[in-house]
Nanobody, 124 residues
Framework: QVQLVESGGGLVQAGGSLRLSCVAS????????MGWFRQAPGKERDFVAA????????YYSDSVKGRFTISRDNAKNTVYLQMNSLKPEDTAVYYC?????????????????WGQGTQVTVSS
């Protein structure tokens, strides 16, 4: 069973940066796509970014494209989300997710097995 532990959230002013980390265990990390989602209070969980098992393939929602960067370090079983130029609307709990099937990325719906989340709060 896969386990995901997110960290790196916090309080930051608008325009600032944060880097989130997610450590995975329980699977051969390098064989699976990884992703980040976020959920603001009273809203549904939304896709943010994903990275395939091949690190050159990355995917972003329109709302974060150009500001956020997803990356992975297979040696550390860790996926990162570098968030720059943060806006108050980026405030949410951020969750890490892993692909259901190895060697496959079929879009955000193919990611699950959420971690506990890490809170990101951006003040104006």
């Amino acid at each position: 069973q896969v386990q995901l532990v997110e960290s790196g959230g916090g309080l930051v002013q608008a325009g600032g940066s944060l880097r989130l980390s997610c450590v995975a265990s329980g699977r051969i990390f390098s064989n699976y796509a990884m992703g980040w989602f976020r959920q603001a209070p009273g809203k549904e969980r939304d896709f943010v970014a994903a990275i395939s098992w091949r690190p050159s393939n990355t995917y972003y929602s329109d709302s974060v494209k150009g500001r956020f960067t997803i990356s992975r370090d297979n040696a550390k079983n860790t996926v990162y989300l570098q968030m720059n130029s943060l806006k108050p609307e980026d405030t949410a709990v951020y969750y890490c997710a892993v692909g259901r099937s190895a060697y496959s990325y079929t879009g955000p719906a193919g990611l699950d097995s959420w971690g506990q989340g890490t809170q990101v709060t951006v003040s104006s």
